[in-house]
């Protein structure tokens, strides 16, 4: 499985991970995580973990909008890097998706 880091950073008081890739269902997976002091101040936990789940016939509208070709996952991958990086992949991303009525599964698990 091969993913693709959007964003990283790590501080002595948060680390941040946020990644893509596709599982074994074929689904696309934006992963992210934050744990540390800053998560337990402003969240009550110290581990923040969120995440979208994509079905593939959703990927290839994201596909199209992005011009990646659908047949090459690592190539929609890339698109994706391209467009939604930074500490504001996640909701860019979101916005992006609700903008061009992607359906689209979120879970945040705090």
């Known amino acids: 499985m091969e993913k693709i880091t959007l964003y990283e950073f790590e501080s002595p008081s948060i680390k941040?991970?946020?990644?893509?890739?596709?599982?074994?269902?074929?689904?696309?997976?934006?992963?992210?995580?934050?744990?540390?002091?800053?998560?337990k101040d402003?969240?009550?936990?110290?581990?923040y973990e969120y995440y979208y789940t994509i079905e593939f016939e959703e990927v290839k509208k994201i596909a199209a909008l992005l011009g990646a070709d659908i047949n090459d996952k690592m190539a929609i991958l890339l698109a994706i890097e391209k467009h939604f990086n930074g500490n504001d992949a996640y909701s860019k991303f979101g916005n992006f998706m609700k903008k061009n009525n992607i359906i689209y599964e979120q879970f945040t698990w705090i």
């Open 16 to 39: 941040i991970s946020m990644e893509i890739y596709f599982n074994e269902n074929n689904q696309l997976i934006f992963d992210g995580y934050d744990i540390g002091e800053t998560v």
């Open 42 to 47: 402003l969240m009550g936990d110290s581990d």
